[in-house]
């Protein structure tokens, strides 16, 4: 019987600090990577967005993978993956 406590009492505080590490770290990032999934599947053209370069540009085409964004006062296009985007720029916080 004692056998079975000293057990228990080993890995006790494993199990909570991996049940802690899940809270504080895994599901924060699985809600963050949802939210951003969402924001990518409800891009469209005409919208304004800044890349993880920080390049700000408004999307032209729209296709599963890729998008032509438009940036620059001389209005160069190019071609980017859609996971390149970082975020989308509301028009209502401006």
């Known amino acids: 019987m004692g056998n079975v406590s000293g057990m228990l009492a080993t890995f006790l505080p494993l199990v909570i600090m991996f049940g802690l590490m899940y809270l504080l770290l895994i599901l924060p990032e699985k809600k963050r990577t949802k939210k951003y999934n969402a924001m990518l599947?409800?891009?469209?053209?005409?919208?304004?967005?800044?890349?993880?370069?920080?390049?700000?540009?408004?999307?032209?085409?729209?296709?599963?993978?890729?998008?032509?964004?438009?940036?620059?006062?001389?209005?160069?296009?190019?071609?980017?993956?859609?996971?390149?985007?970082?975020q989308k720029i509301n028009k209502n916080e401006e």
């Open 41 to 86: 599947s409800e891009l469209k053209v005409n919208d304004e967005i800044i890349t993880r370069g920080g390049v700000v540009g408004k999307i032209i085409t729209l296709e599963d993978e890729y998008m032509v964004v438009q940036s620059g006062p001389d209005r160069t296009r190019f071609k980017m993956l859609k996971t390149s985007v970082s």
